[in-house]
């Protein structure tokens, strides 16, 4: 890949990496990544390690290059305007200087991921920027490989969702949709199972959980799920209505 920056400009790329096992970059971000001068790696607050950095395992990336910044995920919108705001312009610092900088994130670069927001703040910053996006594997995707788990089959409806706060409405997505997608799930998993077990369907669901990850966990059926044990960071639900259709004889 050539560079693209102007003179003077940096280019900037995002590198969606996966949703944490080491080898699901894309060939194409991995070329981008070897001509980064500088390399952002998103922490989130209260973690030990970068979830993002542990996928570059195997991958020679020189210590100097990284950069790790610190995520706050207040739910209050201000608070998080300006820290989006306070990184866009720690990013742009580097690519005014003519550095090319590259932003990692986990899963998708742009499926619920916090890496739309920093590109929206940096254009505005520099409304010409020299930029690429590159797709990752999102965390569904990887949670149906290893579970042997057929997102869609045929017509089937598929919704992809954050996890709503309240039970009927979750309610009202499934009997709408033939699969649901439930992310970000966190510590409202407890009434989610109690609530996919009152429907009759938990045996048709399945739970991932830090996938390739210290401590993973996969279920193909969440009737007998914990969600004790199971909640946390880094989990996926996916929901089915009714028993698969057999397609094949």
């Known amino acids: 890949m050539n560079r693209t920056s102007q003179p003077g400009t940096g280019t900037f790329w995002g590198i969606g990496v996966g949703p944490g096992p080491a080898g699901y970059l894309p060939l194409a971000a991995l ?25 570059l395992t195997g991958i020679d990336i020189r210590p100097q290059q990284l950069r790790e910044i610190e995520f706050n995920m207040d739910p209050d919108r201000s608070v998080l305007r300006e820290h989006y705001a306070q ?10 200087a003519g550095r090319n900088v590259a ?15 920093v590109l929206a703040a940096l254009r505005e ?3 010409d920027l020299p930029h690429r996006t590159f797709p990752g594997i999102t965390s569904y995707a990887a949670a149906a490989s290893a579970l042997s788990w057929p997102l869609g089959e045929g017509k089937e409806r598929i919704l992809i969702l954050p996890c709503p706060d309240d039970p009927l409405a979750l309610r009202r997505d499934i009997d709408t949709h033939d699969i649901v997608v439930l992310m970000k799930v966190g510590a409202r998993l407890a009434w989610v199972l109690d609530l996919l077990r009152d429907m009759g369907i938990a045996e048709y669901c399945a739970f991932a959980r830090r996938i390739g990850l210290p401590g993973e966990m996969l279920a193909t059926d969440v009737e007998n799920l914990c969600a004790t044990e199971a909640m946390g960071y880094l989990a996926t639900l996916l929901i089915r209505k009714t028993p698969r259709e057999k397609r094949h004889t």
């Open 125 to 127: 910053r520099l409304p």
């Open 31 to 55: 070329e981008a990544l070897r001509q980064a001068d500088i390399v952002f790696v998103p922490r989130a607050r209260g973690a030990e390690t970068s979830v993002a950095l542990q996928c």
């Open 103 to 117: 932003y990692l994130t986990i899963g998708d670069t742009l499926t619920y991921s916090t890496y739309g927001y």
């Open 87 to 96: 990184l866009a312009e720690t990013i742009a610092v580097d690519l005014r």
